[in-house]
């Protein structure tokens, strides 16, 4: 018995400190994102609308930040939404990323790993999204150009496109003009995972800085 509770410390212990490095390595990018700008902390905070105090904490490693805050970030400093995961490899025509060592972005309700780590441009987002329980896009209607593919991996996620209803279960995929509007939650008892790609209508526009806004919030 007491090496069965040895074992769950050891192991919660482990995924602390993980998500521990994790925040560290999403608030140094940050960080190094508003210096790029020359911004100071309360430039930031008053171009995104976040608390000041919340901005230091997100920059110290000392919490993590949710998709929408994220979002709101992005959206102030004019950069895509994968500008936050890890630094990104030497530019190479062909990407291959080992799964242990995807960047991931993590909030409260939803994990993003990044599938183009060292893409050259915007022509294609693909992503891998981990929902727990109850995540949605943020019971907003999403709008934008290009086309969206989605591959449901695991669990039950329920689309809505133009207020139609698809179900996407393990093997079920979508892909539509992303100009219908279009929002999602995870109607499974547990986590849900999709793949997601978003293609741009032209090669040098973010979809996903406008995609991912408000996601994982109720």
Request: net charge negative; with cysteine.
């Amino acid at each position: 018995m007491a090496t069965a509770t040895a074992s769950a410390d050891e192991l919660k212990n482990t995924s602390s400190e993980r998500q521990s490095n994790g925040d560290v390595t999403l608030g140094n990018k940050i960080r190094e994102v508003r210096s790029l700008r020359g911004w100071t902390l309360k430039q930031m905070s008053e171009m995104s609308g976040l608390n000041i105090n919340t901005l230091s904490l997100i920059e110290k490693g000392k919490t993590s930040p949710s998709i929408y805050t994220l979002q709101k970030l992005a959206s102030a400093l004019e950069v895509p939404l994968k500008e936050f995961f890890e630094p990104a490899e030497p530019i190479q025509p062909i990407i291959f990323t080992q799964h242990d060592k995807r960047p991931d972005v993590a909030s409260e309700k939803a994990i993003i790993s990044n599938l183009g780590k060292g893409l050259t441009s915007s022509t294609l987002e693909p992503f891998i999204l981990k929902m727990e329980k109850y995540a949605t896009s943020g019971g907003r209607t999403l709008i934008h150009s290009g086309y969206e593919f989605v591959y449901c991996l695991s669990g039950k996620v329920l689309y809505f496109i133009q207020e139609v209803e698809y179900i996407l279960t393990p093997g079920d995929s979508l892909l539509f003009a992303a100009q219908l509007g279009h929002r999602w939650e995870n109607i499974h008892e547990g986590e849900s995972e999709l793949i997601l790609v978003l293609t741009p209508a032209c090669g040098n526009v973010e979809q996903s800085k406008k995609h991912f806004y408000n996601f994982g919030e109720n």
